[in-house]
């Protein structure tokens, strides 16, 4: 649930930033999951700390799933920066006139995926040559034996998320310090 969450917040801190991201070396495969395919609902507030290079940021978010739609709100510094809603058919977004628009919300809802949807859902829609490694407290999306994209667990409602072809790292802590179901 963090993961989704911090994903989400982490793109749209990224392309926030006031320098250009670098064009990634490799295009990440976009997952669209059905909702219902988290497997249970899921409501969280949570504090994420981005960093793009030596640029760093704080956002709040909030997401919530249940069987027929995914919400995310994200917000900087008491500003609403993007809400989406999605339905496993189409996304809707709202967006701030200053948020970049490099923030895709397709890649929000794709990375939030990789971090909180069951592992055997993703791989199911990950095209070839992608694959996802986990093991342990890790996830690891690869093409062609690279990694490009870690997200690790570290406990007590903390992720960490390395996104190696768009250049960023996200940190999400659970606003009451507790893990998501």
């Known amino acids: ?16 930033c006031a320098s250009p991201p670098p064009q990634p070396s490799v295009a990440l495969p976009m997952l669209a999951l059905a909702p219902a395919a988290l497997g249970h609902e899921l409501a969280v507030q949570q504090r994420l700390h981005f960093a793009f290079g030596a640029q ?10 249940d069987a027929t739609e995914v919400r995310l709100a994200v917000q900087a510094l ?6 989406l809603s999605w339905d496993g058919q189409a996304l809707q977004q709202q967006r701030a006139p200053w948020l970049p628009p490099q923030v895709q919300g397709e890649r929000v809802l794709s990375d939030l995926q990789f971090t909180l949807w069951p592992i055997e859902a993703i791989r199911a829609a990950l095209p070839v040559p992608w694959t996802l490694d986990a093991a342990g407290n890790e996830r690891r999306l690869l093409r062609d034996g690279v990694v490009w ?22 940190l999400i802590e659970s606003a009451d310090g507790g893990a998501a179901p």
Do not use: F, T
């Open 78 to 83: 008491g500003q609403a920066g993007v809400r």
């Open 1 to 16: 649930m963090r993961r989704l969450i911090a994903l989400l917040v982490l793109c749209c801190a990224l392309l926030s």
């Open 149 to 170: 994209l870690v997200v690790v667990d570290e406990g007590a409602g903390r992720y960490r998320l390395d996104n190696r072809a768009d250049g960023y790292r996200l």
């Open 56 to 65: 760093q940021r704080d956002l709040e978010a909030l997401l919530e799933v």
